[in-house]
């Protein structure tokens, strides 16, 4: 009995040995050799920018590449010109893209051909609630007050935003709302910079964006946010914002993550999930989430595309909901 237990033991010791050996491998078995370029595919200064300097910067805090990386916007079409551009690169390791909600909601409205198919899924990274602000001196003090002003006349107020995403997050509860929303004036910017400038400038009412992008004005006193999409209330500067739950109302927030194109090897896929979880990990990015009022969630390569599936089913019934699938 105990030499079987022995061989037992040693067996499993070894089979374990050789999967965390396979697994090193297949992290180790390739890395970058020139240059990588991570590609935010909106314009400075909005919540996917965040996001993607964040990350990028810490790749090199923590070492976890070894060349050089670098950081290029590419706005465009609601995030379709930077997915296209990676779309094009295929079966190089070397371009890795910041995704989020736009790259499912561009293929279910009908606005491209590109769905999260035809790209490289490498994790799901950020929660992140989006947020209603308006300026300081905004008659509208909360979201009720908002939908309830436009339920009764679709034009008193105009709503910037930058994508679907945004329109879906203000136009959930301004279809409970009784609103008739493609009536409301939403004028749309290439990123949540311009966004916030338009509504601070007096082109817009209403800014809708990711919550990481409202905080600097929240917290300067030039803003004042209305109401946020989160379950629950948020901390910090957000502490006393509602949501739109408690306020009667569904809606929905966004999220980010990693994208490569299509063609990468198992061991270039490996690699970059293993620099991902790292990041994820990291005592550091702890210290940007708090900051910015993000979830860290991370998924990894597979995983993620299975709740991109499912989270394209999901909102598909939404958008059809609200007017924007076209037929």
């Known amino acids: 009995m105990r030499t079987s237990l ?3 033991i040693v067996g499993a ?5 050789a999967a965390a050996l396979a697994g090193t491998a297949a992290a180790q078995g390739w890395k970058p050799e020139r240059n990588v370029e991570l590609t935010i595919p909106t314009s400075p200064g909005g919540s996917n920018d965040i996001a993607g300097r964040t990350i990028h910067k810490l790749w090199g805090e923590l070492k976890l590449l070894p060349v ?3 950081v290029v916007n590419r706005s465009g079409g609601e995030h379709i010109v930077a997915y296209t551009y990676i779309q094009s690169r295929a079966g190089d390791p070397h371009h890795i893209g910041l995704m989020s909600t736009p790259m499912l909601l561009n293929a279910i409205g009908g606005r491209t051909q590109l769905t999260h198919n035809d790209l490289t899924p490498i994790a799901y990274l950020i929660t992140e609630p989006m947020v209603a602000v308006v300026r300081v001196d905004s008659p509208i003090k909360t979201g009720r007050d908002l939908v309830e002003a436009l339920a009764k006349d679709p034009g008193a107020y105009s709503i910037a935003l930058t994508s679907n995403g945004h329109r879906i997050s203000v136009g959930m509860p301004m279809h409970k709302a009784g609103v008739n929303v493609r009536a409301v004036r939403m004028p749309a910017f290439k990123g949540g910079g311009e966004t916030a400038m338009a509504v601070l ?3 817009a009412d209403v800014q809708i964006t990711s919550v990481s992008t409202s905080v600097p004005h929240v917290t300067g006193g030039q803003m004042r946010a209305i109401a946020i999409s989160s379950n629950n209330r948020l901390g910090g500067v957000m502490a006393s914002v509602p949501t739109w739950r408690e306020l009667g109302y569904p809606s929905s927030g966004s999220w980010k993550g990693i994208v490569a194109p299509k063609g990468l090897t198992p061991a270039q896929i ?3 999930e293993d620099v991902m979880r ?4 990291s005592d550091e990015i702890l210290q940007y989430a708090e900051k910015n009022l ?3 969630e991370f998924k990894g390569s597979a995983e993620t595309r299975k709740w991109l599936d499912d989270e394209a089913a999901a909102l598909k019934l939404i958008m059809t909901e609200l007017g924007l699938v076209r037929q």
């Open 68 to 70: 050089t990386s670098s």
């Open 13 to 17: 010791l070894v089979a374990g040995g």
């Open 294 to 296: 993000w979830l860290v």
């Open 270 to 272: 490996a690699f970059w």
């Open 6 to 8: 022995c061989s037992w």
């Open 278 to 281: 790292r990041t994820a990990q």
């Open 201 to 203: 400038g007096g082109h």
